[in-house]
């Protein structure tokens, strides 16, 4: 297997090719673009550094896709060096719209994946839950406030037991067995959150954690939700932690983004149930014949 595997060691090279990306995307920035998402799937995408004066990350997609995602923006690269770095690749993938637009029509082709998608909200649509559509998380919260008054405190490693322990319960409430969903890589951010630049809340109903979650801002005020674990058993513990960060972080949130559903259908409808404002693509791109 060519390239390197991802390390601690390569996160500065790595997340500031990406900065550079990221740079100027606003809202629209796509929550794959961190070297903490990166890192913390490593495993379930074969994620691999290629260095030199091009540097990319291969990987395969969740539908198994070979993929190269470049870290420079498509349009500085010679074709050539294109070229040669889509050998053993099915595509150049994830590319923002804003990058693709660069491109000659004639010399690229690109194709989009819905299950690929991120979903963007506004952040004001958690802090009241306006409107008849969203009736039912508000009603949901107040079902939560009626059985507990949650205890939410800023996430911190003190706090790193309590959200193992929400993430076990999780994990049985799901009838996942021990490596299933992304457990590990969830362990991994409760004990690395300082490091990976991952911040949020841990909310308990008196000494009982109820659910957790992490999240990491991409750009001013625009949030991409790592991780987000509550527990089943209390019904409104998720529309309430999404309201408690929006309306509680130390700093002014005004996006939140929930990352793509993977074709699946529970998480396509739990997103969708909270109304984005939008999906953003991530382009596959590849180079004409």
């Known amino acids: 297997m060519s390239g390197l595997p991802l390390t601690l060691a390569l996160r500065e090279p790595i ?31 074969d994620y691999r550094y290629l260095p030199g004066d091009w540097p990319c990350i291969s990987g395969r997609a969740y539908d198994g896709t070979r993929h190269l995602m470049p870290l420079f923006a498509l349009h500085d690269a010679p ?5 040669q770095l889509l050998d053993g690749h099915d595509c150049l993938y994830p590319i923002a719209q804003r990058h693709v637009e660069r491109l000659s029509p004639s ?44 205890r939410s405190v800023p996430f911190e490693m003190a706090a790193a037991e309590a959200a193992q322990q929400v993430l076990r319960g999780w994990m049985a409430q799901k009838g996942k067995a021990h ?8 362990l991994e951010a409760i004990a ?6 991952l911040e949020g809340f841990i909310h308990f109903a008196g000494d009982q954690p109820l659910g957790f979650v992490l999240a990491q801002e991409l750009q001013p005020g625009v949030f991409v939700m790592r991780f987000a674990k509550g527990l089943d058993s209390h019904v409104g513990i998720y529309p309430f932690m999404f309201q408690h960060f929006c309306r509680s972080f ?34 596959r791109v590849a180079l004409r014949a």
């Open 15 to 45: 997340e500031e090719a990406l900065l550079r990306l990221r740079e100027g995307s606003a809202e629209h920035c796509l929550s794959d673009h961190a070297f903490a998402n990166l890192y913390l799937f490593r495993d379930a995408h």
């Open 79 to 83: 074709l050539d060096v294109l070229l």
């Open 107 to 150: 010399q690229f082709r690109h194709w989009t994946s819905a299950d690929d998608a991120d979903y963007l909200f506004e952040a004001r649509q958690f802090s009241d839950y306006p409107g008849r559509a969203l009736a039912r998380k508000r009603n949901q919260v107040r079902q939560l406030l009626a059985t507990c008054v949650p």
């Open 179 to 186: 490596g299933e969903a992304d457990e590990s890589a969830c």
């Open 192 to 197: 690395e959150a300082s490091t990976f630049g």
């Open 250 to 283: 130390a700093r002014p949130v005004r996006w939140l983004n929930f990352e793509q559903d993977m074709g699946l259908a529970g998480f396509r409808r739990s997103k969708r149930s909270y109304g984005p404002a939008g999906l953003i693509p991530k382009l």
